[in-house]
């Protein structure tokens, strides 16, 4: 008689960007339980979990090429309001949720859910987290997330100091779990390419400043004219009226409309994975990209041109090794990473990546094998301990203080109609086109 299929563990993703798609969706298989980081998320869909796809409707909701660019198959993909995402999450069964979100959706999903599912005897397991390194608005995000089954930490230290944060403030430290980041892997460099190939990878919001973004552009110019024997890229987040998890008010294209590049320098989109496998030098100031380069052992540098600091992120970097400015690069000085700062950071390039996901995995398995099912969702903030926050954090979600959607929400009777649809696109279009034309110029005119 032959053997039983296994059931294929069920998942949903509620995500707000394309790069919290990435991560919602690459963790989604990482931790599904009874797979294997064999499983990559790129193989054929019942070779790992059911995955369904949720959008939050929001200005930064991926456009169809973002979400491509991620190269993340699912099951299902639809944009939802949350209202909308919670009367799904009422009707339908999942075994396990992820939310990867900004920490204020976290935290209203978390009471929104709270609700929907107080008359269930079972409910998925809630896992959320973050895509990358955690600089800033440690303990407001942190707090934010509390309530989740798991919240994963995407290294040892970070794990570390999520569970001191929760300790400290006398909150359930138990639901951190260490993890790794979802999307590291490829293949291991091997040295250098034909042509020689330096990528410097862009962030939407840092720096901020024209006059920081112009410098940056120009020092990457002028190291393409000093070294034409090199190809050098400049790899893009997004295209010109697409946003990404940060606003993006001075896109590096427009910028560079300007410039007489030489012919050894290009602009390049796509997955960035793709992009390292054909990297010799990575530079940044401080984008998760180095800890994905820093994984496969390429050359990587995080610039101190600007300064070090924490509006910039690269303070994250202070004793990684690989501190370093355009002039030492130019010069020919190449960083060796510290390997025990590496290590901690959850860039595991020493063969351990395969069993990072084991105890999550682990924990979610005893979590849905729990007598009795599992206990409601507890958040730390409530309407007792932020009676002055959580109202308005609910509120922008359109939900009530006790998580029940507000009079006027946005209903989930049916799918938009074509005219419905249109005028989402066209308002936007408008936000976008306002952030990253007429607000630049209002700020200009306020300088003067």
């Not at 869909?45 to 995955?51: D, E, F, H, R, S």
């Not at 190449?334 to 700062?341: F, G, I, L, S």
Request: net charge neutral; aromatic share 6%.
């Amino acid at each position: 008689m032959p053997a039983s299929t296994p059931k294929r563990p069920r998942i949903a993703v509620l995500a707000d960007s394309d790069t919290r798609w990435k991560w919602g969706a690459l963790t989604a298989h990482r931790i599904a339980p009874g797979q294997s980081m064999e499983t990559g998320p790129r193989e054929g869909a019942q070779a790992g979990p059911a995955l369904d796809g949720f959008l939050l409707r929001g200005r930064a909701t991926p456009t169809p090429r973002q979400l491509a660019e991620v190269g993340v198959r699912a099951d299902s993909l639809r944009e939802v309001t949350a209202v909308e995402f919670l009367r799904t999450m009422a009707e339908e069964s999942y075994d396990v949720l992820v939310l990867s979100l900004v920490g204020g959706g976290v935290q209203a999903m978390l009471h929104g859910l709270k609700r929907v599912w107080e008359n269930r005897t079972s409910r998925p397991v809630v896992v959320t987290g973050y895509v990358g390194v955690v600089y800033e608005k440690l303990a407001d995000g942190l707090l934010l997330r509390h309530g989740a089954d798991l919240v994963l930490a995407n290294s040892r230290q970070d794990a570390d100091r999520f569970r001191a944060v929760y300790e400290g403030v006398g909150a359930d430290a138990s639901s951190v779990t260490e993890v790794a980041l979802p999307f590291l892997g490829g293949a291991a460099y091997e040295g250098e390419h034909d042509p020689y190939t330096v990528v410097f990878a862009a962030q939407p919001s840092v720096p901020e400043s024209r006059k920081d973004r112009t410098y940056l552009l120009n020092r990457l110019v002028q190291h393409a004219r000093r070294h034409p024997e090199r190809e050098v890229l400049l790899k893009l987040r997004s295209r010109p009226g697409e946003h990404t998890t940060h606003i993006e008010e001075l896109p590096y294209q427009k910028l560079a409309q300007r410039l007489d590049p030489p012919a050894n320098f290009r602009l390049v989109y796509g997955n960035m994975g793709e992009v390292l496998d054909r990297t010799d030098l990575l530079v940044t100031v401080s984008s998760t990209a180095a800890l994905e380069s820093l994984h496969r052992r390429i050359p990587t540098v995080v610039l101190t041109d600007l300064g070090i600091r924490e509006s910039l992120g690269n303070h994250h970097f202070v004793g990684s090794g690989c501190l370093a400015s355009w002039d030492q690069l130019d010069a020919g000085h190449r960083p060796a990473p510290d390997e025990e700062w590496v290590a901690r950071q959850g860039v595991v390039a020493d063969g351990s990546y395969a069993s990072a996901f084991d105890a999550a995995r682990e924990r979610i398995a005893e979590l849905l094998d729990r007598p009795g099912g599992l206990p409601p969702l507890t958040p730390y903030y409530t309407p007792v301990t932020a009676p002055g926050y959580l109202p308005g954090i609910l509120a922008r979600h359109h939900l009530g203080p006790d998580g029940t959607p507000l009079p006027g929400a946005p209903a989930a009777d049916k799918e938009p109609g074509p005219v419905r649809q249109v005028v989402r696109r066209a308002a936007r279009g408008a936000y976008r086109h306002g952030v990253q034309r007429v607000a630049p110029v209002i700020r200009r005119m306020g300088e003067l």
